[in-house]
């Protein structure tokens, strides 16, 4: 049966790269036929379109890459949507697809309006509570547009085929809902942001081979500076670290916000030998995280973040680190804590830090071979690619044989 995956996150964003390209190519493998509609941004798709039209045609995908506008956001994103609505009334029928496989909310609108028109099979693939988030990070006030895409997300959950969520916590809260009745309970699956753990083999080896002196640790921050990732929280425990354990080191490795954080070291008088600030591609993390012993991470614990998934905490899993890092985040809380492979600070401060600290150096000490075979077996568990590949696989299934 034919597929249409449409994703407003474009092929050529390190996202697409990442986390669509590695589980269409896993599904074609099983028997799957895909064509990918996508929104990508200029500078990106003359930097890596050519590198990505090839790999998705030597893996017989078909690729519509449709370009992304940003300027007076309401107005481009109804143009992208109009656009591809146009596209899609034609190419639909014409292609006889079957599924349409929309990632997130704004591409949900075409899924929600040919699932009317033509009786398509509509996959909500939510990533997310994601008006909510935007409503919590300042980009949304609690105004029309909100509620506009409040009444969508009911709108996707009581019409759509399957709803695809990123956590257990998402799907548990997302039962509560006035209309959620127990007859969408079916719809539902847990599919959580995989990592391909194979690529961190070599890293885990490494970590695994390595004598770690405890007095000369080198913790590793992977993420942003922005609205998810709080600056103060990083800032807070990497100060107190670098006075708490003297000789270690500190590895940060950033998409945005690398500027912001150099000048932060330096006006604290941090010594910028301690430090390595960097940006580096998807593909290279593996390499990143070679020589690191503790990995952190910090997100603020609103709302929204029930349904979030941060990839990080895979990637760093499959390289055998463990993790420090703040609570109520999606399903991380019982992750780390009931697999004991790091810590979760439940508040800030000095003697929180301190606790986080001495819990994974005890772990460390414990058994730092044993402590590394957790951290895989978690990742294996929850964030494998193999994996998440075959649940997509069994609702293509689902949706294909009726």
């Known amino acids: 049966m034919k597929a249409l995956y449409i994703s407003y996150d474009g092929m050529t964003d390190p996202l697409g790269q990442a986390q669509v390209i590695p589980y269409l190519i896993g599904l074609t493998k099983k028997g799957h036929n895909f064509t990918i509609l996508s929104y990508e941004k200029y500078d990106k798709y003359i930097q890596f379109g050519e590198k990505v ?68 099979k509509f996959i909500f693939d939510m990533r997310g509570f994601w008006a909510d988030e935007r409503l919590e990070g300042g980009i949304f006030k609690k105004n029309y547009i909100y509620y506009f895409f409040k009444y969508l997300e009911k709108q996707f959950i009581k019409n759509s085929d399957a709803i695809i969520a990123l956590t257990v916590n998402s799907i548990e809260e997302m039962k509560t809902w006035h209309y959620v009745s127990e007859k969408y309970n079916n719809k539902f699956y847990h599919i959580t942001t995989c990592c391909d753990i194979d690529k961190f083999r070599q890293t885990y080896n490494s970590r695994l081979q390595k004598k770690v002196d405890i007095n000369h640790l080198n913790f590793v921050y992977i993420g942003s500076i922005g609205p998810w990732h709080s600056l103060k929280d990083v800032s807070d425990f990497i100060v107190f670290t670098y006075e ?15 500027e912001q954080l150099s000048q932060f070291i330096g006006s604290k008088g941090l010594n910028s030998n301690r430090f390595i600030v960097d940006s580096v591609p998807h593909n290279k993390i593996p390499e990143a995280l070679m020589g690191a012993d503790i990995g952190l991470f910090f997100i603020p614990p609103v709302y929204a973040k029930k349904a979030s998934s941060p990839t990080k905490l895979g990637e760093m ?9 703040g609570h109520s985040v999606g399903d991380v809380d019982q992750l780390i804590s009931g697999n004991r492979v790091g810590y979760i600070i439940k508040e800030g401060g000095i003697t929180e830090y301190k606790k986080a600290i001495d819990y994974v150096i005890n772990l460390i000490k414990e058994n730092r071979e044993k402590l590394l075979e957790r951290c895989l077996v978690v990742a294996n568990d929850y964030f494998s690619l193999e994996k998440g590949i075959e649940k997509y696989h069994r609702i293509y299934e689902r949706l294909t044989n009726g």
């Open 53 to 120: 039209r090839k790999q998705l045609k030597d893996n017989s995908i078909v690729w519509r890459p449709f370009r992304y506008h940003k300027r007076f956001s309401v107005v481009a994103t109804s143009y992208d949507i109009f656009s591809g609505f146009i596209y899609l009334l034609f190419f639909i029928p014409a292609q006889k697809i079957k599924i349409l496989h929309c990632r997130s909310y704004i591409t949900s609108i075409l899924g929600l309006l040919f699932h009317k028109i033509y009786g398509t």
């Open 244 to 258: 708490y354990l003297p000789a270690s080191r500190f590895k940060i490795i950033v998409n945005s916000g690398k």
């Open 317 to 325: 899993l499959s390289a055998g680190i463990p993790v420090i890092t």
